[in-house]
């Protein structure tokens, strides 16, 4: 099991940056990637601090999370000879520093600005390859620094989707139970029922999730590390990622950039919840306690895109089983979003 050996979760954190570098006794020179308003927001203080403590520090600046910018973060790195890299930012900067880390064979520290998905803690990198997102594996950051103070001013979208990706625990997990059945995949009690606690927490503190505040942003940010750890244990992502994270890809497919990752998820997990003869209503209600979209119409996405993603949900990932079988006919596509009311 590879775990992140400290996370520090708090208001104003991440200007302790240094400090917790040290005890994590990491040495040499850090890159710091950021993004373009997160660097200016955040980044350059934090890479202020962290030279003021005697930490020689580099900051790259990265739009986008493509594999031309992780190997130009495993340039920077080679060129000031990096002891580590820390990502900081909601998720881009996050992936390419997660990889490119991995490639130069040093650490990672994660400093995430949102709480919108679990790619904060987790070993796997999202990465935009030929204009897909493909999921790639890197390694589980050594250190969170989780700044309540700065995740609680991410837009409140942001907190709403990161809600969908950790309820989509509940198909994720009866997902994987499902694979453990009926291919005899290796599965874990306690990934699984870590994974699953965690989903139940944020559906049964959902009515008191406010964007804004950093209580809330606390909740989720720790959940979103829980996940991290049940996938860590399991080894893969499969506690927190099945049948709904597919309907995820495929919409990204068939309309990119539509919506955030969790915000598909949550739509997803309505859809999946109802296909396993579970309590999607409940899923559903939590969702729209959280302000996360549970209409395809709320994010502007069109009925026909819902229904072909469902069809082809499967080709994603085919050898990750799940309720999905071999396929959805059309029609069966269209009456399970219909009757859970995502078209
Ligand atoms: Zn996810």
Same mark, same amino acid.
């Given at each position: 099991?590879?775990?992140?050996?400290?996370?520090?979760?708090?208001?104003?954190?991440?200007?302790?940056?240094?400090?917790? /570098?040290?005890?994590? &006794?990491?040495?040499?020179?850090?890159?710091?990637?950021?993004?373009?308003?997160?660097?200016?927001?955040?980044?350059? =203080?934090?890479?202020?601090?962290?030279?003021?403590?005697?930490?020689?520090?580099?900051?790259?600046?990265? &739009?986008?999370?493509?594999?031309?910018?992780?190997? #130009?973060?495993?340039?920077?790195?080679?060129? $000031?000879?990096?002891?580590?890299?820390? @990502?900081?930012?909601?998720?881009?900067? !996050?992936?390419?520093?997660?990889?490119?880390?991995?490639?130069?064979?040093?650490?990672?520290?994660?400093?995430?600005?949102?709480?919108?998905?679990?790619?904060?803690?987790?070993?796997? %990198?999202?990465?935009? !390859?030929? @204009?897909?997102?493909?999921?790639?594996?890197?390694?589980?950051?050594?250190?969170? *620094?989780?700044?309540?103070? $700065? *995740?609680?001013?991410?837009?409140?979208?942001?907190?709403?989707?990161? /809600?969908?990706?950790? *309820?989509?625990?509940?198909?994720?997990?009866?997902?994987?139970?499902?694979?453990?059945?009926?291919?005899?995949?290796?599965?874990?009690?306690?990934?699984?029922?870590?994974?699953?606690?965690?989903?139940?927490?944020?559906?049964?503190?959902?009515?008191?999730?406010?964007?804004?505040?950093? =209580?809330?942003?606390?909740?989720?940010?720790?959940?979103?590390?829980?996940?991290?750890? %049940?996938?860590?244990?399991?080894?893969?992502?499969?506690?927190?990622?099945?049948?709904?994270?597919?309907?995820?890809?495929?919409?990204?497919?068939?309309?990119?950039?539509?919506?955030?990752?969790?915000?598909?998820?949550?739509?997803?997990?309505?859809?999946?919840?109802?296909?396993?003869?579970?309590?999607?209503?409940?899923? #559903?209600?939590?969702?729209? =306690?959280?302000?996360?979209?549970?209409?395809?119409?709320? $994010? @502007?996405?069109?009925?026909?895109?819902?229904?072909?993603?469902?069809? *082809?949900?499967?080709? !994603? #990932?085919?050898? #990750?089983?799940?309720?999905?079988?071999?396929?959805?006919?059309?029609?069966?596509?269209?009456?399970?979003?219909? &009757?859970?009311? $995502?078209?």
């Amino acid at each position: 099991m590879e775990l992140p050996r400290l996370v520090v979760v708090g208001s104003g954190v991440a200007l302790e940056a240094a400090d917790v /570098c040290r005890d994590l &006794k990491l040495k040499g020179s850090s890159l710091i990637v950021t993004g373009p308003k997160t660097s200016e927001m955040v980044g350059e =203080e934090i890479s202020q601090r962290m030279e003021d403590r005697g930490f020689e520090t580099s900051l790259m600046i990265t &739009k986008f999370s493509k594999l031309e910018e992780v190997e #130009r973060a495993e340039r920077l790195a080679a060129e $000031i000879d990096a002891g580590f890299l820390i @990502g900081v930012g909601g998720g881009r900067s !996050i992936d390419v520093a997660k990889l490119a880390s991995v490639r130069a064979g040093v650490h990672f520290v994660s400093i995430p600005t949102a709480a919108s998905h679990d790619g904060i803690c987790s070993a796997q %990198a999202s990465l935009t !390859i030929d @204009g897909e997102t493909t999921s790639v594996s890197a390694q589980a950051p050594l250190g969170i *620094i989780a700044d309540t103070a $700065i *995740i609680s001013t991410a837009p409140e979208r942001l907190l709403a989707a990161g /809600c969908g990706d950790i *309820i989509s625990n509940y198909t994720a997990i009866r997902d994987w139970k499902l694979a453990h059945r009926l291919r005899g995949e290796e599965y874990s009690e306690y990934a699984s029922a870590l994974s699953e606690m965690t989903a139940r927490m944020i559906v049964e503190t959902a009515p008191d999730l406010k964007p804004g505040l950093e =209580e809330s942003a606390r909740v989720v940010v720790k959940a979103l590390i829980s996940s991290g750890v %049940a996938m860590s244990i399991a080894g893969s992502s499969r506690p927190a990622s099945g049948s709904e994270h597919k309907f995820a890809h495929a919409i990204n497919k068939i309309d990119p950039g539509r919506a955030l990752h969790g915000e598909l998820c949550g739509l997803g997990t309505i859809v999946m919840m109802y296909l396993h003869g579970g309590d999607w209503k409940m899923i #559903r209600t939590a969702l729209k =306690e959280v302000g996360a979209p549970t209409s395809a119409a709320e $994010i @502007g996405l069109d009925d026909q895109a819902v229904i072909e993603a469902l069809t *082809i949900a499967h080709t !994603i #990932r085919p050898e #990750r089983y799940t309720i999905l079988g071999s396929g959805l006919t059309r029609e069966a596509a269209t009456a399970a979003a219909k &009757k859970t009311k $995502i078209i």
